[in-house]
Each structure stands twice: as C-alpha cells, then as structure tokens.
C-alpha cells in the first residue's frame, strides 16, 4: 500500500495554516494508492458476490427439518391360524391334545417369528419357553396307546425336529439379514455424514445454505437414497421393492456424482469425491449381500411354514379321526366342543426409528445447461475484468505515486538547496508536472548559483571594505597617520606597559606655525601635500622611539613610550623642533614650516590618555603664545590659560545665540575739514556679567574655533542695517568702516552677501568702506578678484594695520585699495622717533601720489597729532579724538568732533592763522541733522 508521504502542508495545523480551512476528514485524505486499491477491494467483492450468486442462483436451499416415520417390520410370514381350525371335539383325548400341541406348535411358530422379527432377551426367552412347551405337548400328544406303530402319527417328533432347525436357520438369516440392512444404512449414514459435513462448510446467509451446484446436486441424490433406505428396515425380506428403488438411487447418485465430479473436485477435493465414489460402491456391495441374505431368509421361512403346514395338517387330520370315532360318541351323547387355543399375541409395535434432523431440501430448479454456460462466461468475463481493473489498479498507482514521490523527494531536496532534477514518466499530466519541474529546478538553482557568486563576491568586498573601514576609522585619510581613535588605544596601550615598567610616556602636541597663511595663500590642495610632507617628516623623526598621529587640521601628536626620564622627553621634542628646521620639500617647492610643541609627561603631570592630551595642548598654547617655533613642556598654570580659552569658547558660542555682541563706531577726521569723515565699526562683547570685552580677548579664540566667520558675518550685517538708518535718517552722507578678515574674503559668496545686504537696506555702496589686512594678499588671486568687483560696486577698501612687521609696499600696488591706515605701532612714537616719522611721510607721500587716502591711526596725544597735521589731507583716527562710542552716541559724538579737533589743533597752532586753520564751511555743525 502506498503510503503517502508527509509533505510541507502534511499536518493538519499546518494544512489549515495554509489554507485557513479547517482539515478534511481522514478518509478524504487518503492516498490515490489507497482509494484506487479500496475501489478495487469493492469491485472485487462484487464480483465475487455476482459469481456466487450467478453460480448458485439456483442453490439457495432451505434447512427445514423433517422426520422420517419408519413403517413396522412385516412378519416374515403369516403365523398359522391354529385358533382358526375348526376343532370342537373337545372331550376326545387326542382332539385336547391336538389343540394343546397345536397351539404350542402356533406359540412356537409365533415365538420363532417373533425372534425373527426383533432380537433379543424377550424374545430369546419367549422362544426357549415355546419350544420346551411344544416338546412337552409333543410328547403328550405323540404317544397315546392307540397308536399303531408305522402310523403316520408317528413322525411328527422328526418334523418336530426339522421344524427346529428350520426356526433356528430362518433365526440365524434373519439375523444376517438384519445386519446388511444396518451395514447398508451404516454406509448411507457415512455418507450422508461426509455430504453433510461438506454442506456445512457452506455458507449460510438469512437462514439459507448456499453451497456449490454440484454438491447440492450430489446431496438431492443423497437424500433420494436415505429415503429409500428408510424403508429397507420396515420391509419384508420378500418385497424386493426397496432394494429395486435403492439400486435406482444408487445409480442415480452414481450419475450425479460422474457428472459433477470435475466441480466438486475443485470445490471439495479429489479425495473427498474418491470417498464418496467408493461409498456408493460399497452402498451397491452392501445391496446386492442384502439382497441375497433376504432370498436366503425367504426360503428358511418357506420351509419352516412348509414343515409347520406338515405338522399341522398330521394334527389335523388325526383330529378328524378321533372326532369322527368321537361323532358317534357324541351323536349319542352331548357334543363336547374342542377348547380354541387361545389367541396368539400380535407382535409387539416396533419403535419407530427417528432420523437425526438436517434434511435438505431444494427448493429451486437444476439449472440448465444453457444456464451453466452462461454462468461460467459470467465467471471468466469477471475474472478477466478483475483481473484487467487490478492491472489497471496498479499501473494507475505507479504512474500516479511514483512520479509524486519522486516530485516530493526532488522538492525536498531542492529546498534543502541542492539540485533536483526529476526523471519524468507517470501519468501524462504528472510528466508534464516533472518537465515543468525540472525547468523550474534548473531556473532555481542557476539563480542560487549566480546569487552564491554573487554572494562571495559581496563578501569579499564586504572584507575589503571592512578591512578599509577599519584602517579608515583609525587612520587619517590625508596623511595615513593613525587618527584620534587608534592614537588613544595605542596610549592607553603605552600608558598600561608604563605602569607595569614605571617608565615615563611623552605626549607632544605639535600645531604647525603659520599654516592657515599657507592655506590662504597656496590653496588647500597645496594646504593637503603640505600636511603630508610634515607627517611623513614626523615618522621620519618619532620611529625610533614612538609614533606619530594626526588629531586634525595642522595638529598633530606624538607618543613617546618608555623614555627614561623627563630630560629624555624634553630632549624628544627639541629633536622634532630640530627636524623642521630642514625646509620641507612639497613637489617641486621648498617650505619653511616650523611647529610649535607642547608636552606632557605621565606620570609627572597626569595619568590617564584624555589628561596627557589636554596637558600637552595647554603646554602648546603657552609655546604658541611665546611666538614661533617653541618647545613649552606643560606646568600647572598652563591649565588656567587652557581653561579660559575653553570658556572664552564656550562663552563665545552662547554669546552668539544669546545676543550679547554689540558693535561700536569710532569715527575717523579729517585734518583739512575737521569733519568726521567715517565711523568704524568695532566688536565689543557685553557678557551676562555686565562685562564689555574688546576683540583683543576674544578674537583669536574666534579665530582658532571658526566662530570669527559667524560673528564677522553679524558684524556686516549689523554695521550695515546701522549705516542705513543714519543713510535715510540724520546722517545722509554716512559712511561706516566695516573690519573684514581673511575668513570672510575667501568665500567666494562675500561680495553677494555684501550686496544682498545693501540691497536689503536700500544702502548706496559708497557708503561703505571695508577693511581688511595684508592678510588678504596671501589668500590668493580669487580674494583680489572679489574685492575688485566690490570696487566695482562703488565699495571703498580700505588696508588696515599697514607699517607694522612685515607690511610691504606692493600691496599697494596688487589690491584695488582706496585707502591705507597707518598702523598704531607706527603713530606711537612718531612724535618721538624721526625714523617713524620718515616712515609715516614717506607712506602718506606715496599714498597720495597713488591717489589713496590716508588715516592715521592710534592718535591718543596731542603731540602725535600735531606731527600728523603737518599734512592735512589725511585724517586721523584715535583717543585723543574719540573713542569707540556706541551706536546712540554716535552722532552727538560727531557733532562734538569738529570743534573738539579745532579746540586740540589751537592748542598747536595760532587761532589766528587763517592758513592753519580749517576751513569755515566745515566749521560748526558737522554733521547735519536733515530729514530725507
Ligand atoms: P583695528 O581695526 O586696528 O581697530 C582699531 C583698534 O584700535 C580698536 O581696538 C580701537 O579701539 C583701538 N584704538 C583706536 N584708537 C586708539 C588709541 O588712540 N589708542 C589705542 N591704544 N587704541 C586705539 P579694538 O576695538 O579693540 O579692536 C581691535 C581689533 O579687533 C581691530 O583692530 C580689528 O582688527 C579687530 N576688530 C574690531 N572689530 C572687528 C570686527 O567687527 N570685525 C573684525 N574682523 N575685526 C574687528
Ligand atoms: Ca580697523
Ligand atoms: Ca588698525
């Protein structure tokens, strides 16, 4: 049977998961193989049942019971009617003798008969009896006086004696005969029992035996038979009847066994039809000796009545003689009448003989030999039928659950992920199923193939790229240095042996001198090749003791693990001090690069990674703040110098958000009007405390944190939504000063977010003056281009700081200036020193013949101004004339500022001199107050 195998959906749960219905009964369930062989079991048993019933259709025969009355025994012979004579010459002695012999002689006959007819004790003992009385009236009646010897009287003894053998031979027949008539009974009782065991065999449905044709054919052979043998017991051994009717049966029976003999050899076996052969074999033997016992029998009893006859006649007639002598006696006297023996009792009735029950009788026709013919076409069609439908069964169910199995298993290990071609074959649809399967397999796994590959390619890149990742997440893209993150594991790593070995560990934190001038002015690009050049020098210095690492932007730091001692450290960093002195080579250029350095040593100054740095950092600032290219080894008060720069930071930041920056405007005279010309405008920061700073002390941390691009951004806008409301409110010739850095020009957005904001404002350009340091000339071409456009615009440009360090002349000549201002550094003492002095003149002299004006910053003495105002066509700017006055006082201020410069310049020169003093029309009022 096949057996179904469980597939994915095989659970009930999981079959109702899948199709959200409940699971069909278990029978429904059943395979193709198991439905096909149930419909086949079926058909099977039909046809079965259709054979039986065509082949026994005429076989159902009933069980009744029936009993079969067996007749009494006839006598072997009439006994002799020895009452019947007519004997009625009682009184003469040999008439009562003769009754008395005949009479016992009658007893005898009867109790001879008797024995004949049933044995046993009763009549074994009547007989004795009969015989001893017949001797005895034998003797009685034989030997009277008168008799005369040769007398025919005297022969009845001998009779006597032959009529004894005669009874005991006829006793001795019967006897015989008796018995073949039991051993011919006992053979049709044996076969009977064989037949009936047989038919027990049968089936028995409602009541009926059905049993094959044959056997109840041989059985109603059988039965005819026991009928006729019921009545062989009962008959007489001269009615040849019975034996006639049973030699027909027998041969009857002979008849229906030969005829369907081949059929009960099939259905009961040779051997049970050889038994019964040889049973109605023995039947006829056991006949023919009963037959031949029954002749026997008739002619003892022939010649026993014979010889009894013979008596009875001697009696008789010696009667007749005495009753004729005794006529005449009685003729005289009274007649005396013969005593009638009495009348001999009829035979007992014999029992009668009951047949054990289970008779059969058939109740419908012998089928005909057409009827039989059909029922065996009937037979072999079935057979053929099955036998095609079972074929038909089995090939259905290989062709069905071969092909599903081999599709289960394919699936199966398909989804296992192996390949799974199925062979094809099976039921047309199943092929097609297998061919479309096959299609499929190979679709899926030359998917799974690419995607395998695919999937190893991925992974390899996934390596690589971890592999990047990880070098990248540790290491600095520009210079391949380790990076923060790998910079502190390898610290700490240091730190750890440090502790164990009591070793010292040196951190340098390095910042290139000067590098954002060399971004400004040679690009970032060249800004990148630099910081290359400088890490690659690091390693170059550091590999024999320690390593290098980049924090970002111009900084880097060094570790130096296990140095001996602090002298070690230090010496350490001069020797990386050193190593820059050498120009670094980038490309084709040479570059002088210095750095300055700070240290920190664990354990002296702190123990953990994050302390050493911000030590080494606080010491950088300090080596920073002492000018270029120093060593600064860290101390305790460096720390405070780091903490307020991280506050200034901090502070910076909210200050920002929080508004707390301000702009002031100083304003700038003229010597030859004595008119405030401009105001600049100056950043002050008004902290929560109330505190006003000056860019001083907060500018480079604005510098150094980038915030200087917001806060100057904040500055522009704010001096020039100022401007405009002076513009278009009391001052309509306003011009404000704006300080710009070098942050602010490179981007390459500046000159249109200077316009947006006039535009916004509605403020003529010329109303604006920027200014902006030599710094500017190293931050390249595109910043001299932006600020022509803004000369363009009608912007003016001013350079601030000029004279100081390393001031130089072309810069006047390579940017589009409209102004210069003499740094305070120069103004200082140029009252004081002729060579100051030369400087400014030789300054304002070339300013002038380039057509550029001049101020003069930092003027806080009257000494100062009096030198400056030997040439009056430039203006001065400083204490001595105003301070930076917030926005409010600004205009009161410049109203102050004419008579105030008159007042500071009378006190140099004669009022009186008109040619000294300035000009009327720019006396008074200054600045005018006119509504627009
Ligand atoms: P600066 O551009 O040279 O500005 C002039 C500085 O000199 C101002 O200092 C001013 O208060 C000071 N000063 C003016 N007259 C005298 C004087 O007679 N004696 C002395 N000792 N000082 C005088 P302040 O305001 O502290 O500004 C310092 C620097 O900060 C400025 O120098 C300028 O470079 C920068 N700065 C100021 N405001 C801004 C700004 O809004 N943006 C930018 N980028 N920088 C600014
Ligand atoms: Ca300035
Ligand atoms: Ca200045």
């Known amino acids: 049977m096949a057996k179904e195998m469980p597939g994915p959906t095989d659970t009930p749960a999981a079959e109702e998961a899948a199709t959200g219905t409940s699971p069909p009964a ?59 004579a007519p004997v009625r010459a009682r009184n003469a002695p040999v008439v009562v003798g003769a009754a008395a012999f005949l009479a016992a002689l009658a007893e005898a006959d009867r109790a ?15 007989l004795t009896t009969a015989l001893e009385e017949l001797t005895r009236q034998t003797t009685t009646y034989w030997q009277p006086s008168g008799a005369a010897p040769g007398d025919r009287r005297a022969k009845p003894p001998a009779l006597l004696g032959t009529l004894r053998d005669d009874g005991a031979a006829a006793i001795r027949l019967a006897d015989k005969r008796r018995e073949r008539a039991a051993a011919y009974l006992a053979h049709v009782g044996t076969l009977d029992a064989t037949m009936k065991s047989a038919i027990d065999q049968s089936w028995k449905i409602f009541g009926r035996v059905i049993a094959r044709q044959s056997l109840i054919d ?40 030969e005829r369907t003999q081949e059929g009960l050899k099939r259905s009961q076996g040779e051997p049970w039809v050889s038994s019964v052969q040889a049973r109605i074999a023995a039947l006829a033997d056991e006949r023919s000796a009963l037959a031949a016992s029954a002749d026997e029998l008739q002619r003892a009893a022939a010649q026993l009545a014979e010889h009894r006859e013979a008596i009875v006649t001697l009696v008789r007639w010696r009667a007749a003689a005495a009753l004729e002598h005794a006529a005449a006696l009685e003729r005289a006297a009274a007649a005396r009448a013969i005593p009638v023996p009495a009348k001999a009792a009829p035979p007992p009735e014999p029992e009668p003989i009951v047949e054990p029950p289970v008779v059969r009788r058939v109740i419908s026709a012998p089928p005909s030999a057409d009827e039989v013919r059909i ?20 090939s259905t169910i290989l062709s069905v659950v071969r092909p599903v199995r081999r599709l289960i298993e394919a699936t199966r290990r398909l989804s296992a992920g192996s390949t799974a071609q199925v062979p094809r074959g099976g039921i047309k649809e199943l092929d097609v199923l297998a061919a479309a399967f096959n299609d499929m397999a190979q679709q899926l796994s030359a998917s799974r193939d690419a995607a395998r590959a695919h999937q190893v390619k991925l992974e390899e890149r996934v390596q690589e790229r971890t592999r990047a990742l990880k070098h990248l997440a540790e290491h600095d893209a520009l210079t391949q240095l380790p990076n ?37 002015s040679m690009g970032h690009a060249f800004g990148d090749r630099v910081l290359q050049s400088v890490a690659e020098r690091l390693q170059e210095t550091t590999a024999a003791y320690g390593f290098a690492a980049r924090l970002g932007g111009d900084e880097f ?3 130096y693990p296990g140095a001996a001692d602090t002298a070690a450290v230090v010496e350490a960093g001069q020797a990386i001090c050193r190593a820059f002195q050498q120009p670094l080579k980038v490309g084709e250029r040479q570059l002088n690069m210095s750095v300055s350095v700070g240290i920190s040593i664990y354990p002296d ?49 909210r200050a920002i958000e929080h508004d707390e920056l301000e702009l002031v405007y100083q304003p700038q005279v003229s010597l030859r009007s004595l008119e405030p010309t401009l105001v600049e405008a100056l950043l002050r920061w008004r902290t929560s405390g109330g505190k006003v700073l000056c860019p001083g002390e907060f500018l480079s941390v604005a510098e150094d944190s980038g915030l200087i691009v917001e806060i100057s951004d904040w500055a522009l806008r704010t001096a020039i939504e100022k401007a405009a409301t002076w513009y278009y409110g009391a001052w309509p010739n306003v011009r404000v000063a704006i300080n710009v850095s070098p942050r602010q020009l490179r981007d390459p957005a500046f000159v249109d977010r200077v316009q947006e904001l006039m535009a916004q404002h509605r403020l003529p350009p010329t109303c604006i003056e920027l200014e902006l340091t030599e710094d500017v000339l190293q931050t390249g071409a595109a910043t001299i281009d932006a600020l022509r456009r803004l000369r363009e615009l009608g912007v003016a440009i001013a350079l601030d700081d000029f004279g100081t360090g390393y001031s130089s002349l072309s810069s006047l000549e390579l940017l589009p200036l409209t102004r210069v201002k003499l740094d305070r550094s120069l103004i200082a003492c140029i009252d004081t020193s002729t060579g100051s002095r030369a400087i400014a003149s030789a300054i304002i002299g070339l300013c002038a013949s380039l057509g550029l004006e001049v101020t003069a910053e930092g003027v806080e003495r009257t000494e100062q101004l009096e030198v400056l105002a030997a040439n009056r066509d430039i203006q001065v700017q400083g204490f001595l004339l105003a301070r930076p006055a917030e926005p409010d006082a600004v205009l009161a201020e410049l109203a102050r500022l004419p008579s105030h410069l008159r007042a500071l310049l009378g006190m140099v020169s004669p009022a009186g001199s008109a040619a000294e003093a300035p000009e009327r029309a720019h006396t008074g009022t200054v600045v005018r107050l006119v509504p627009r």
């Open 484 to 520: 923060r993150r790998r910079l502190f594991a390898r610290l700490n790593e240091a730190l750890a042996a440090g502790v164990i070995s009591g070793e010292r560990v040196g951190v340098y934190f390095l910042d290139l001198d000067n590098f954002k001038n060399v971004n400004d």
């Open 375 to 394: 029922r065996q076409w009937v037979l072999w069609i079935s057979v053929a039928v099955l036998l095609w439908m079972f074929a038909m069964s089995v």
């Open 218 to 257: 041989l059985g109603r052979g059988l039965d005819a038979l026991r009928s006729e043998s019921s009545a062989l017991a009962g008959a007489s051994p001269e009615d040849g009847a019975p034996l006639v009717a049973l030699a027909a049966s027998e041969a009857r029976l002979q008849a229906t066994l």
């Open 557 to 559: 730091t060094v570790v």
């Open 605 to 653: 100054h702190e123990t953990n990674a994050d302390a050493l740095l911000r030590a080494a950092d606080a010491a950088l600032f300090r080596a920073k703040a002492l000018g270029r290219n120093r060593l600064s080894v860290f101390s305790p008060d460096l720390v405070k110098a780091a903490v307020s720069k991280f506050s200034i930071e901090q502070g910076l930041r």
């Open 26 to 84: 278990a029978l429904f369930r059943l395979g193709i193989a198991s439905r096909l062989l149930l419909a086949f079991l079926a058909v099977t048993v039909l046809a079965i049942a259709a054979n039986l019933i065509a082949e026994h259709g005429t076989s159902i025969i009933e069980t009744t019971q029936f009993r079969t009355i067996v007749a009494p025994q006839a006598p072997v012979a009439a006994p002799p009617a020895a009452h019947a």
């Open 112 to 126: 001879i008969h008797a024995r004949v007819e049933s044995p046993g004790a009763k009549t074994d003992g009547e």
